[in-house]
């Protein structure tokens, strides 16, 4: 069965209250950059997998597209999507993003924000995406950087006073399962290289648009923490075309 953290009511709390649940995209630190990859989407058929509280749903609806399909494996976040983000051009459907199925050329573009360290077949995924997508469609996701994602603890090391020392990188090329910790909860993750990522989709038939390693905007920097994030990439964001 796949692993659905978030319909736990401690976990889903503990979510709730992060800067990005609270202020939608402009408490996302990577939208500035994400922002710059994402195609027109006027009249433009939308889905969005791992869809959360539905914040780039209401945002392709407000750019003018026709039909926006937000789906997520979790209640708990479509509940909060419908409150949030409703909008008579968005639909929102409870399913495992690795149980979707489309007819081939049902969408203009694809999108998928922070979610595919939950799937265990980027391969997989990425083939049935290619598919979904109209000829000139657009794939646009981030996903926490492999050098995030490698050791798998994903937390610094301190020393004695407390102090961060360095972030590890250890076991990269050993792709699979990290047993991380997440918003102080044990949570299934699944690492794979950079390498990876970007091969794969070419090998299925993209055309690589953009590949950016978001630095924090100047504006967050004297948040809590957020220097120590100029130490080491925490995103990676990917847009891509199918000719």
Known sequence: MKENRYDDESFFQKYA????????LAGAGEWPELKKLLPDFRGKR??????????????????GAQYVLGTDISHK??????????????????????????????FDVILSSLAFHYVKDFQGMAANIFQWLKKGGSFVFSVEHPVFTAYGSQD???????S???????????????DAVFLGEQVTKYHR???????????????????????????????????????????????????
Not at 17 to 24: A, D, F
């Open 156 to 162: 610094w090391y301190y020393g004695a006073d407390g």
């Open 77 to 106: 976040m479509l509940e909060s999507a419908r409150r949030k983000n409703a909008d008579f051009h968005i639909e929102y459907r409870c399913i495992a993003m690795e149980d979707a199925a489309f007819p081939p050329g049902s």
């Open 193 to 243: 290289t950079l390498t990876t990522y970007l091969n794969t989709l070419l090998e299925i038939g993209f055309i690589l648009q953009h590949v950016v390693e978001p630095q924090p905007p100047k504006e967050m920097l004297d948040l809590p923490g957020m220097r120590d994030e100029m130490r080491r990439p925490l995103m990676l964001l990917v847009s891509a075309r199918k000719v």
């Open 46 to 63: 939308v889905l969005d997998l791992g869809c959360g509280y539905g914040w780039h749903c209401k945002y392709a609806a407000e750019q």
């Open 164 to 178: 961060i020392l360095h972030f590890p990188v250890d076991r990269y090329y050993y792709e699979g399962k990290r």
């Open 17 to 24: 209250e992060m800067m990005r649940s609270q202020q939608g």
